[in-house]
């Protein structure tokens, strides 16, 4: 047998071996098909840094991404499963309004990865959850706060009073009060996640009680801060750039220890429900405080170096920031 004729034939029998034999070995070297479904547009600060994760492997050629934003509730199964019938291996999104229906598309397709922002628990064998866990950075940005407030007063501004809002807003008011004990807070829910009007509103209505730093959990409150020329507090993504004299620091929420390990186990083979909630904590680098920037001569040094110091003992496991699930309450009066 000629060279060139062996090389063909061994060609042949390992692509066979592949396709029969290795079949996670094949998927391995193809790009994975991922799809997401979103309630909220992509810029909504959320569902931006999961996109924005997704967006990076796709750019890294790990993976081809499709993805459709402002799903409506009514709407969200439907889409769900258009993208499972489409062959997309790994689904991603927030079903918090819409858990019966997610779950029973994930029952109807066992062989598709599904993770999901979620309130509820995994569910076996191929629904896993996740959310952003980012109640450490939220402890550490509400120690800068305690030490930038003149007035000793506080507001803030949720979308809605759920578990994964309040122990961020919780963990946020409990570091502001390791800082400064006379701190006081206005606490307001505006009942939905993209209405920066609203928030906007909420913020302005605290300020005029004497708030001069505000939490801004949603979009909105920080262009009333920026309006009022007072001081805010961001979260989930850094906006200091937008604000370099109002936004002072932020806890961010880095979604990609999530989405790798998702892209990764379902490459192998190896995907199974779980709970991708500790993905989103700081020993996983999955959320972190933003640097100072702009305020990095403002903030009084006494207070950097508390936060630096509560920082490294929570990465150490010296500190655990306290996991608060019950919506705050304002305390001002």
């Not at 500790?278 to 640097?291: F, I, Q, R, T, V």
């Amino acid at each position: 047998m000629s060279l060139r004729r062996h090389l063909i034939v061994r060609s042949v029998a390992i692509a066979a071996a592949l396709a029969a034999g290795a079949p996670s070995l094949a998927l391995a070297q193809a790009k994975l098909k991922v799809a997401a479904v979103y309630t909220v547009p992509f810029e909504q600060q959320w569902v931006g840094r999961i996109h924005k994760a997704l967006k990076a492997a796709e750019a890294r050629g790990e993976i081809e991404y499709k993805a459709t934003e402002n799903v409506a509730n009514a709407d969200y199964e439907r889409v769900m499963r258009e993208y499972a019938q489409a062959g997309n291996q790994l689904i991603l999104g927030e079903v918090f309004g819409v858990e019966a229906a997610a779950r029973k598309v994930a029952k109807d397709f066992p062989k598709t990865a599904f993770l999901m922002g979620s309130s509820l628990k995994p569910q076996a064998p191929n629904f896993s959850v996740f959310d952003n866990y980012i109640q450490e950075p939220a402890y550490l940005s509400g120690m800068v706060a305690g030490g930038m407030t003149k007035t000793n007063k506080i507001g803030m501004v949720g979308g809605f009073p759920i578990p994964e809002v309040n122990r961020l807003m919780n963990a946020f008011m409990a570091g502001a009060k390791e800082t400064n004990p006379k701190v006081e807070f206005s606490v307001s829910f505006i009942n939905s996640w993209f209405d920066p009007p609203k928030a906007k509103e909420a913020a302005f209505a605290m300020i005029d009680k004497g708030a001069d730093l505000m939490y801004a959990e949603r979009f909105g409150v920080s262009d009333a801060a920026k309006e009022k020329g007072k001081l805010a507090i961001g979260n989930v993504i850094n906006t200091q750039d937008k604000y370099p004299d109002t936004v002072v620091a932020s806890a961010l929420w880095n979604f990609e220890p999530s989405a790798d390990r998702a892209i990764k186990l379902v490459k192998e083979g190896k995907f199974a429900a779980e709970d991708y909630g500790p993905y989103s904590m700081m020993k996983h680098k999955g959320s972190e405080l933003a640097p100072l920037g702009t305020f990095e001569k403002k903030v009084p040094a006494d207070i950097v170096a508390k936060v630096k110091a509560r920082e490294a003992d929570i990465l150490s496991g010296k500190f655990t920031v306290k996991v608060d699930d019950g919506q705050p309450k304002s305390t001002a009066k």
